[in-house]
């Protein structure tokens, strides 16, 4: 299976600041990579697909990049509504596996 | 509007079984291929099950081989995920969610239900 990790664990930021998470496959993935936000008790959103395409009605402060087992997530101009936890998902094989996620929390 | 919701969930004694369903309204149903995500209590995202729009693909997280078996109805639009010799460490919040992707790109979940509790405790 591929094994998916995230870094930082969690994270505190300013309004505005840039932000990046980075997200890591145990082997090739080649673009097959995808972005969630799930915000506290609430359900998993799309932001990106194929590591770096914009999920329909998502702000376009956020942006993916990357290809092959390194990738990132950047929030540009980080909002309060952007508290919230960011998982990367692979689908490179038939069992989909998530990162551990990565906890953003506004200071 | 896209739509779903999954009912079924509830308390459960280890080795018992659970029977959750997903309505899904609002697009093209037999279209589309449909997954089960599961989050336990405080903890990440687990993919669980997906079946493909005809039924002639399934696959399976390895924990639940052998014991979750995922299917789905196109005329009622609906997805289900039989769930038995549950174990505690099925405890979770399950999530039905549409997929998008192909054979030459990734495979994403698009929408996804509120999700049903699922407790397996003695």
């Known amino acids: 299976d591929i094994q998916m990790t995230q870094s930082p664990s969690s994270l505190s930021a300013f309004v505005g600041d840039r932000v990046t998470i980075t997200c890591r496959a145990s082997q090739n993935i080649f673009n097959f990579l995808n972005w969630y936000q799930q915000r506290p008790g609430k359900v998993p959103n799309l932001l990106i697909y194929a590591a770096s395409s914009l999920q329909s009605g998502v702000p376009s402060r956020f942006s993916g990049s990357g290809s092959g087992t390194d990738f990132t997530l950047t929030i540009s101009s980080l909002q309060p509504e952007d508290f919230a936890t960011y998982y990367c998902q692979q689908s490179y094989t038939s069992l989909y596996t998530f990162g551990p996620g990565t906890k953003v929390e506004i200071k | 509007e896209v739509q779903l919701v999954e009912s079924g969930g509830g308390l459960v004694q280890p080795g018992g079984s659970l029977r959750l369903s997903c309505a899904a309204s609002g697009f093209t149903f037999n279209s589309y291929r449909m997954a089960w995500v599961r989050q336990g209590p405080g903890k990440g995202l687990e993919w669980v099950a997906i079946i493909k729009q005809d039924e002639s693909q399934r696959h399976y997280v390895d924990s639940v081989k052998g014991r979750f078996t995922i299917s789905r109805d196109n005329a009622k639009n609906s997805v289900f995920l039989q769930m038995n010799s549950l174990r505690d460490e099925d405890t979770a919040v399950y999530y039905c969610?549409?997929?998008?992707?192909?054979?030459?790109?990734?495979?994403?979940?698009?929408?996804w239900g509120q999700g049903t509790l699922v407790t397996v405790s003695s």
């Open positions: 969610a549409r997929t998008l992707g192909g054979a030459a790109t990734t495979d994403y979940f698009d929408y």
